[in-house]
């Protein structure tokens, strides 16, 4: 892979990036798995090809760092609000059964 090669794809990675951080505050875990994949190969594909790395190409890897933090904190945040909701539904389905086994009537 040239180096022009190697930065088409590090930009490429950095979209996906930008797209994959919108997409976990979205939700949609499934579509956030398939771009996570992408760009690990995009970034597989420029490691070790790049040579030195350069303050643009720097620049660039600080992003991608960024977005992905943000994306694991939006995906994070909705894994812990979903446990929440199943807790609270559990609570709930204790409630009514311990209510109907003393056969009062609501």
Known sequence: MSGHEARSALQRALEISRELAIVAESGDVDLALQLDAERLQHLKAVRGTLGQIDAADRGILTEIGVLNDRALGS????QRAKARDMDMAS??????RAYSATGMRF
């Open 75 to 78: 995906l994070q945040h909705r």
């Open 91 to 96: 609570v709930g389905r204790r409630a009514v």
